[in-house]
């Protein structure tokens, strides 16, 4: 019984893994996105202006 507890454990802990791990890397993309926005819209305003 000890290694079925042992062996659901580890399974509950790679599914928990699989689902935080791509919801981190995204939201990493996403702050990454809206902190290099800004930048975007400064160098498009530039060109409106030339």
Known sequence: MK???VLLIS?????AAMI???LTIL????????LTEETDDEEMELDDAI
């Not at 939201?27 to 809206?34: S, T, Y």
Request: aromatic share 10%; no cysteine; hydrophobic share 80%.
């Open 11 to 15: 399974i509950a802990a790679l599914v």
């Open 3 to 5: 290694a079925v507890k």
């Open 27 to 34: 939201a990493g993309l996403f702050v990454w996105l809206k």
């Open 20 to 22: 935080v791990i791509p």
